[in-house]
């Protein structure tokens, strides 16, 4: 089992933990803030199984039917958990809204802190763990898990924080405000975990200090080449796909051709983590003035 099929796992066994956790802080308490933290830690099961299952088929290899492979599964399950973040998120506001008008007072309020106190623990640590290692693997699918737990992280440490006021004040009506609050806070997260997905999906091209790598490494490597052009990059999953143009001198044999380009490859492969290379030989009278990257001489 890869290190990323464990940490997805393990997200399944760590939200079935914290919703019990919850359900408990809300079972004794009768608090639609603790209600509302406890059905967005529902949507983290669900999620995290999603995770779990685009995981498994990203690391399918490629068949007839997916030459390239089925690494944009991950994205696939970003959006959903981003559009799950946002249906939590609504369901937040719809009990706040019944609460405002019809506050009551709380049961237990001091064991309910103590149950959410220590789920908040457990998700903040988990949270930093998918994120840290989601980016360390490339894993966009770990990364959104990541993301959704600190929304519910900060679900948890907002609902807290009303708790104690209610406690302090005897507002009761701070309760269900405290969780719409909240609730904007988790919208606006989804919102954001679903638009960068998207993007991905969309082929976007990679972050431009990538980018400067990439550049800078052709120039570097292209030994004998006249120029590199039309430069394309795409991120699908765990893979980075690049492909451009590599302009070779008119005299230049196949031979030689095919040997700058496994110079530049393996360059590249080695300097960017997981890369897929593509390169398009070209002869000299079609190097470019505009858009281009001059290669070193050596």
Known sequence: MSRVMKLAVGSMFVSFFVLGLKLLAWWVTGSVALLSDALESTV??????????????????????????????EF?????????IIIAALVILRAA??????????????????????????????????????????????????????????????????????LLTGWWL????????????????????????????????????TLQIIRSTIAAHATGAVQAHDIRTRNAGQRIFIDFHLVVPGEATVNEAHAMCDVVEAALM???????????????????????VKVDDA
């Open 97 to 166: 809204y019944f609460d405002f008008l019809d506050p009551a007072p709380l049961d237990a309020p001091a064991l309910g802190l103590a149950f959410t106190f220590v789920a908040t623990l457990i998700n903040g640590a988990w949270c930093w763990t998918l994120i840290t290692y989601g980016r360390r693997f490339s894993s966009p699918a770990l990364v959104a898990d990541g993301r959704h737990l600190l929304s519910d992280v900060l679900t948890s440490v907002g609902v807290a924080l009303g708790l104690v006021l209610v």
């Open 270 to 292: 080695a300097a960017v983590e997981n890369a897929n290379v593509t390169i398009h030989v070209e002869p000299e009278d079609k190097a470019k003035r505009h858009g281009f």
């Open 174 to 209: 701070l309760d269900p405000l405290m969780a719409s609050i909240v609730a904007l806070v988790i919208l606006w997260s989804g919102a954001k975990v679903v638009r960068q997905s998207l993007s991905e999906l969309l082929d976007e091209a990679l972050p431009e200090e």
């Open 76 to 84: 696939l399950s970003a959006v959903l958990e981003g559009v799950m």
């Open 44 to 73: 983290n099961v669900v999620t995290a199984l999603a995770a779990l299952l685009a995981i498994r088929v990203a690391a399918l290899p490629a068949d007839a039917n997916h030459p390239y492979g089925h690494h944009k599964a």
